[in-house]
């Protein structure tokens, strides 16, 4: 599956993650970034600059980079080797405006700028979102049936529209996320887990993850069997996940993935941030254009998964509510 591809230092696999920020605040995400710290294992965390306004969004109460004592944890956490990446201005739908401020925020406060970015899903400047993340008319007419948005909703790539940001977007990030599957190993997916793709031209690189929405999929998704997996398959996986999701209770690390990450990092594996990854895999094999057909099946792949994630989801304690009410306050 890897081409003979030899990973660095001798691993024998590569596993990441990539930390999308929603209802993150200090005390529900410096539990988790310590201990993988302990264990030599580095990731990605993503942030929103700029804070939420509206009282009425589910993210509100999330922490941004405004809040000072938060900036610095995050700002160490860079300095200790883990790669902080962009999870759009805000919780909230941000106008061309405030995105910009937000990713001077985000400079100010690191000294760079980000070099990876996912999508917040229902932020309106979201580019090539919505029925537009896909290429095939039929993929866009199923999608738009089943999730019924607003026409031109999501409108980041759109230059007339006051959201529009995708110069931007071209400008500072290297990698964009697409396409998130139920899968360990994504090299079961595709060969190619970095890409570039002629009809998404504010996107220099497109990369897929494995998905796991909240705590009970994650210690699902790196279960002891799907570790043998990983290994056996030489296999490489960027896991999507919410850390703020019900990781962190009671100010401590969900017993079963502070073990199942121990018994990971015992393992000879390659554990870098998302972007250090995709430099990486960049050296030894250039983002290609993919071709429409091994597009058409990642399009396809991506609904079969989506299917099924409808029937396999998995409820968890949602323990960063008490977190929210607490910054709230702050």
Excluded at 199 to 223: D, G
Excluded at 263 to 268: A, F, M, T
Excluded at 297 to 318: N, Q, V
Aim: net charge positive; proline share 3%; charged share 25%.
């Amino acid at each position: 599956m890897t081409d003979n591809i030899k990973y660095p230092e001798n691993k024998d696999f590569i596993f990441t993650i990539f930390d999308d920020t929603d209802v993150s605040v200090l005390e529900n995400i410096r539990p988790i970034y310590d201990y993988l710290y302990s264990l030599g294992i580095y990731t990605t965390k993503s942030v929103w600059p700029v804070g939420c306004r509206e009282k009425k969004s589910d993210f509100y109460g999330s922490a941004s980079l405004e809040d000072d004592v938060y900036a610095a944890y995050i700002k160490k956490l860079s300095e200790k080797g883990f790669e902080i990446a962009f999870h759009g201005a805000s919780m909230e739908s941000s106008t061309r405006d405030k995105t910009l401020k937000g990713l001077n925020r985000f400079a100010d406060t690191f000294g760079f700028y980000p070099r990876s970015y996912a999508c917040h899903a229902t932020n309106k400047e979201n580019i090539y979102w919505g029925e537009k993340r896909f290429c095939f008319n039929i993929f866009k007419t199923i999608y738009k049936a089943i999730y019924r948005h607003p026409k031109n909703y999501f409108c980041g790539h759109d230059k007339k529209s006051p959201f529009f940001w995708a110069d931007l977007c071209y400008k500072h990030f290297d990698y964009v996320r697409t396409f998130t599957f139920n899968n360990i190993n994504l090299l079961n997916i595709n060969h190619n887990l970095l890409y570039s793709n002629k009809y998404l031209p504010y996107f220099k690189s497109c990369f897929i993850t494995s998905h796991a929405n909240n705590v009970e999929e994650f210690n699902r998704l790196i279960c002891i069997k799907n570790q043998d997996k990983l290994v056996k398959q030489k296999g490489i996986c960027i896991i999507s996940t919410h850390f703020g999701k019900g990781f962190i209770a009671d100010n401590k690390l969900h017993p079963v993935t502070e073990k199942l990450l121990k018994q990971l990092s015992c393992r000879n594996g390659w554990f870098a941030p998302v972007s250090s990854v995709l430099d990486f895999l960049k050296e030894i094999k250039p983002a290609k254009q993919i071709n429409d057909f091994d597009l058409f099946k990642l399009e396809a792949k991506w609904f079969m998964h989506s299917i099924m994630r409808i029937f396999t989801k998995k409820k968890y304690a949602k323990t960063e509510i008490e977190y929210l009410k607490k910054n709230d306050t702050k």
